[in-house]
């Protein structure tokens, strides 16, 4: 639970 | 990946495919907004960058430098090879005011306070908002060719998807949200909504883009 960060998005 | 990313990305990748075949079969740029073009070109350099320092993946990679490659493509045919359908004077949007906030709101929200990571931000923030100056021009002129109500939509229909995308992934990656990307996604899906009310009321069944005078 917690912030990710999604740097696999376009 | 999910099929909902999958999709909005296909979306994405068609509105692209949509706008160049409408410049190129019209001969014409009239109707787009060399503004909103621009904005992507330098969200598109900003966020990809990372192409230098990350690997993700060969669709990750190839999917980068189409956007990057075709927004440029697009700049030129606007600037260059049809320019005289070009119309500046109906493009008015003062883009400053998208720019100056974003470059504020990025130096203030990122994941870390660097070069790259503040450029991602910003890129992120401004992709939000790029697609004012077109909703701007179209607001101005009240109508809109058929096809460039497509492409429009499949912009907005990518933008839509990932929305389904953020929240199954939240539920299968142990509720983990990216606060930047989801709060400016949601922005950015949000100034679709107007349009999307006109262009399935009316386009959809087969009438003529126009607003109500």
């Known amino acids: ?10 | 990946m999910n099929l909902f990313r999958l999709l909005g990305d296909l979306s994405h990748l068609a509105s692209i495919f949509i706008l160049l075949h409408k410049i190129q079969t019209t001969r014409s740029c009239r109707g787009i907004s060399f503004k909103t073009q621009a904005l992507y070109v330098t969200v598109f350099v900003a966020r990809y960058l990372d192409l230098f320092y990350r690997y993700v993946s060969l669709y990750n990679s190839v999917m980068k430098l189409f956007f990057i490659a075709s927004s440029v493509y697009i700049l030129y045919l606007m600037k260059y090879k049809y320019r005289p359908t070009n119309d500046p004077s109906i493009d008015t949007f003062r883009i400053e005011y998208l720019l100056g906030p974003c470059v504020l709101l990025s130096l203030i929200f990122n994941y870390k306070f660097s070069v790259t990571e503040v450029l991602w931000s910003f890129s992120i923030f401004l992709e939000s908002v790029a697609i004012l100056p077109q909703l701007f021009m179209l607001q101005r002129t009240g109508e809109a060719e058929t096809i460039t109500t497509h492409y429009l939509a499949a912009l907005g229909v990518y933008r839509a998807l990932y929305i389904p995308n953020w929240i199954y992934r939240y539920i299968t990656e142990d509720g983990v949200v990216d606060p930047i990307a989801v709060t400016a996604g949601l922005v950015q899906t949000g100034l679709y909504i107007d349009f999307f009310y006109v262009y399935f009321t009316k386009v959809l069944q087969g009438q003529k883009f126009e607003l109500p005078a």
């Open chain 1, 1 to 10: 639970m917690g912030w990710d960060i999604w740097k696999d998005e376009l």
